[in-house]
């Protein structure tokens, strides 16, 4: 990452074209490995992170939580 995307986070309205397009495929590239990564990881029959049983924990409780506000946002309209 150059210095101006890391300058970005502090003043966004700096960011030129150029520097969204290289922020983009940082991302992209970031993603692709940790695709790379957890595929590896699946094929080697290790577990996935994703896949633990805390982390379904987690998502349900997330999802428990995100029912409970929508309920509260319709019963406040």
Do not use: S, W
């Not at 094929?43 to 996935?48: L, P, R, S």
């Amino acid at each position: 990452m150059n210095d101006r995307i890391a300058n970005a986070f502090r003043n966004p309205a700096a960011l030129t074209d150029d520097d969204v397009a290289a922020l983009v495929a940082a991302m992209g590239k970031d993603a692709a490995q940790a695709n790379k990564r957890r595929r590896r990881l699946e094929n080697a029959g290790g577990q996935c992170r994703h896949d633990t049983e805390r982390d379904a924990a987690r998502n349900l409780a997330y999802r428990q939580r995100r029912a409970e506000l929508r309920k509260l946002k319709l019963a406040a309209e």
